[in-house]
């Protein structure tokens, strides 16, 4: 097992020839645990309204700029239609904190999806009410994400603030998933201002001791309508501590989230391909990723899922870029993943559930 020294000497490493070794030891420790197979989760992206002041994200409540949408549950359950016909096994649900919706609407389309098809389906709703989480569990719903962003209290308290009168804490919230019998997922963000190389090692112990199915990895993309979208003030943290969001750092943190937890399905991110620009989905999957979420939003809709800026799928048509990811998977000598593509961890912890009776 890794010690939280070497996960700390490691962030700091900068030997090009050291860092090949452990592109190798991930890439490695991908193919004995979860194979060659990349499966693709089609992401619908159904609704940008936010309850939430996120001081990271463009969803954020505050910005008046954006033009809010909710697509229909028709809409929603066709973009599932077309997931499945592109061969997919999943379809991701994700939206800001949306609070007008009920839990009767949400519960309909996910029986919507799952009588017409035999997708996973995934929710990723931000912080919800147990009950909630419950009935959407009992409508179908397989997966849940939810990224805690950083295990620094204070820097999270800074970038995430609660809601007044209510204290949703996300950890306990992933441990109440689990407990609904849900595969759970979650991550956090690289380069947050603020976040220092002894945050991030916590992170990634963190992500084992969770012993999270699905682990999210993204570099923090500043927002220009968002707090964190304009120069840091040198206070935040001094720099030689400060993490830097870039393309090695963050394929350094999925390689170490695969090496801490083996069996997770591991996304190359759809932030990580923005900055890696012409590279895009493939230094993720080189570095120990095994999952790519297309996104199959309508492309009236996309530019307003404004989460940080430049995304690389906003201009993306659906079907080229479907054709275009398939292309990165197998001329990177793997192999397009078919089913649900479910984490051995929850197939294992499943089977016990059943044989407890
Ligand atoms: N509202 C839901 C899901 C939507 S945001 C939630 O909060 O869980 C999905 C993820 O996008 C977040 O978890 C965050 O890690 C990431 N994200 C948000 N703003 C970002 C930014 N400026 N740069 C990079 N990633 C960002």
Redesign the pocket.
């Known amino acids: 097992m890794m010690k939280r020294r070497e996960i700390l000497e490691w962030l700091r490493e900068d030997d090009p020839r050291a860092l090949a070794r452990l592109e190798r030891a991930a890439d490695r420790l991908r193919r004995e645990h979860v194979g060659d197979e990349v499966h693709l989760r089609g992401l619908i992206e159904f609704s940008n309204h936010?309850d939430?002041s996120?001081a990271?994200?463009?969803?954020r409540a505050g910005n008046r700029g954006l033009k809010r949408y909710r697509m229909s549950q028709d809409e929603i359950v066709a973009c599932a239609l077309h997931a499945s016909r592109l061969g997919y096994g999943t379809v991701v649900l994700?939206?800001?904190?949306d609070h007008g919706f009920t839990v009767d609407w949400m519960a309909e389309v996910i029986r919507g999806i799952k009588s017409r098809t035999g997708l996973a389906v995934t929710l990723?709703?931000?912080?919800r009410a147990d009950r909630e989480l419950l009935a959407w569990r009992q409508a179908g719903a397989d997966r849940y994400?939810?990224?805690f962003?950083t295990s620094n209290r204070s820097l999270y308290e800074r970038i995430h603030p609660a809601q007044p009168g209510q204290d949703r804490d996300r950890l306990a919230m992933l441990r109440g998933l689990r407990q609904m019998g849900y595969e759970v997922g979650s991550?956090?963000?690289v380069g947050i201002p603020g976040q220092t190389y002894e945050d991030l090692a916590t992170d990634i112990e963190l992500f084992r001791e969770l012993d999270l199915d699905m682990i999210?990895v993204?570099?923090?993309?500043?927002?220009p309508r968002?707090p964190?979208g304009r120069p840091v003030p040198a206070w935040l943290a001094p720099s030689d501590q400060q993490v830097p969001g870039d393309v090695a750092m963050t394929c350094k943190v999925i390689a170490l989230a695969r090496l801490v937890c083996p069996d997770a399905n591991i996304p190359s991110t759809t932030?990580l391909a923005t900055l890696a620009r012409s590279a895009g989905r493939e230094p993720g999957l080189a570095w120990g990723a095994n999952v790519i979420m297309p996104n199959l939003t309508p492309p009236r809709y996309r530019l307003r899922y404004d989460?940080?800026p430049g995304k690389a799928t906003t201009h993306a048509p659906s079907r080229g870029g479907d054709r275009r990811i398939r292309a990165v998977i197998t001329a990177n000598g793997r192999t397009v993943g078919t089913g649900r593509g479910d984490s051995p961890n929850w197939l294992r912890r499943e089977s016990g559930r059943r044989e407890a009776g």
């Open positions: 936010c939430r996120c990271y994200c463009g969803l994700q939206s800001g904190e990723s709703l931000g912080e994400l939810l990224r962003e991550g956090v963000m999210g993204g570099p923090f993309i500043p927002h968002t964190l932030a989460v940080y």
